[in-house]
């Protein structure tokens, strides 16, 4: 059922979003066809956070069974939606997911995985044998089984945000940290900013780990490095890939499938991303650490070697690139999304780890929903920040 609106039906007025990456972007764009008066503000410019620094993908296939798995499949819907009435036209790209198992063990991941995918409503087909060799032997010839997760897509974050930006509508203030919010009776009445304070009616934090720096209590969100690689341009020769190639270990990297041991600080998945350029990604890292500035050698090493003997042909390729991005992440791995205790104009989207490109269009519009005071049209009770226990800080 829909999250029922916590406060009456709002009469448009100035928001303030914190943070303008693809969840805050989108809350824009939606806020502002609202009739909203819409300013963005970012420490840093557009897409200069966890959107910059992601994948693309827009997927069901890595999902956390429950209330994840149920809003990614609705956010690929809207990402559908949302091309079908030009906002994102050519910007979003349908394509299948296959899931791969190399082993008996994850064999057992796959199979388990797959029932769960199926129950959701996912459309997914289970390659084994000749359907297998005849789908993806050829780019994953040592995969003893594979689940093509059906209906799925890739988005570039960064190319969301930039199409959000010239549909227009709202204010973008680049390089302008909001240092505090101002108080009064119970609500937040302005942002402060090296300007001054900027009169508001409504606040939306969406800066991602930025946001903590506006809640108390904030150490339930913590950083979580992530590492990619890009590789030069495949020839005409290369095996074809289907789609991106993700192996078993990263559903359980992710915490989507339980593990036999316990999570570490550090864990690699695999996937295998071939881009529209002819280049691949290769990723990825989940780490708890906040470096984002470096890349780990061995770490790089470890994916290579990975990725290859998942994909000999990826053997013949340079690598061009490799580069890290901060995830903000959750205790329990999932979003935090809802009203903000402590003041009841205040909003917060953030959390959304690597599961931010897939959920952010859709998280924006619902967003706008709640600021509104509209009933969200999807269930988002489970990412309410009052499981935390999370408060406004103390405003200025």
Same mark, same amino acid.
């Given at each position: 059922m829909p999250q029922p609106a916590s406060v009456f039906p709002r009469s448009p007025g100035a928001v303030a979003i914190v943070g303008a990456g693809i969840v805050g972007m989108s809350a824009a764009h939606f806020l502002s066809r609202a009739g909203w008066q819409v300013t963005v503000y970012d420490s840093g410019v557009l897409a200069s956070g966890a959107t910059g620094s992601a994948d693309g993908a827009v997927s069901v296939a890595s999902k956390k069974p429950g209330p994840l798995m149920t809003l990614a499949v609705a956010a690929v819907k809207f990402y559908e939606h949302l091309t079908e009435t030009g906002i994102l036209l050519d910007e979003y790209l349908p394509r299948s997911t296959f899931v791969v198992a190399s082993?008996?063990?994850? #064999?057992?991941?796959?199979?388990? =995985?797959?029932?769960? +995918?199926? @129950?959701?409503?996912?459309?997914?087909?289970? +390659?084994?044998?000749?359907?297998? !060799?005849?789908?993806?032997?050829?780019?994953?010839?040592?995969?003893?089984?594979?689940?093509?997760?059906?209906?799925?897509? =890739?988005?570039?974050?960064?190319?969301?945000?930039?199409?959000?930006?010239? *549909?227009?509508?709202f204010v973008i203030r680049r390089n302008?940290?909001?240092?505090?919010? =101002?108080? !009064?009776?119970?609500?937040?009445?302005?942002?402060?900013t090296a300007h001054g304070t900027e009169p508001v009616d409504a606040v939306l934090l969406a800066a991602g780990l930025g946001s903590t720096h506006f809640l108390a209590g904030a150490d339930l969100i913590r950083p979580r490095k992530g590492q990619l690689i890009?590789?030069?341009?495949?020839?005409?020769? @290369?095996? =074809?890939?289907?789609?991106? #190639?993700?192996?078993?270990?990263?559903?359980?990297?992710?915490?989507?499938?339980?593990?036999?041991?316990?999570?570490?600080?550090?864990?690699?998945? +695999?996937?295998?991303?071939? *881009?529209?350029?002819?280049?691949? *990604?290769?990723?990825?890292?989940?780490?708890?650490?906040?470096?984002?500035?470096?890349?780990?050698?061995?770490?790089?090493?470890?994916?290579?070697?990975?990725?290859?003997?998942?994909?000999?042909?990826?053997?013949?390729l340079r690598v061009i690139r490799v580069f890290a991005g901060l995830r903000a992440a959750t205790s329990d791995g999932m979003p935090i999304v809802g009203r903000v205790h402590g003041a009841d104009n205040v909003w917060i989207a953030t959390g959304f780890e690597g599961d931010g490109i897939c959920l952010g269009p859709m998280m924006g519009r619902l967003c706008q929903q709640m600021i509104c005071g509209q009933s969200p049209e999807q269930d988002i009770a489970p990412l309410d920040a009052a499981r935390f226990g999370l408060t406004l800080a103390e405003a200025a």
């Open positions: 082993d008996s063990e994850e #064999l057992a991941v796959l199979e388990r =995985h797959a029932a769960e +995918l199926e @129950a959701a409503g996912v459309p997914i087909r289970l +390659l084994k044998g000749a359907a297998l !060799a005849q789908t993806i032997g050829a780019a994953a010839p040592s995969a003893i089984a594979a689940v093509e997760v059906q209906g799925e897509g =890739h988005a570039v974050g960064y190319r969301v945000v930039e199409r959000l930006r010239q *549909l227009g509508g302008c940290p909001i240092s505090g919010l =101002h108080m !009064a009776n119970g609500r937040v009445t302005g942002v402060i890009v590789t030069d341009r495949a020839g005409s020769d @290369a095996p =074809h890939f289907p789609g991106p #190639l993700m192996s078993c270990r990263y559903l359980v990297s992710k915490g989507s499938q339980p593990a036999d041991a316990t999570p570490e600080a550090r864990s690699l998945g +695999l996937v295998i991303d071939p *881009l529209r350029t002819g280049q691949f *990604l290769i990723g990825g890292s989940r780490e708890d650490r906040d470096d984002r500035d470096t890349a780990d050698a061995a770490i790089v090493a470890s994916l290579l070697r990975d990725a290859v003997a998942l994909a000999p042909s990826l053997a013949q």
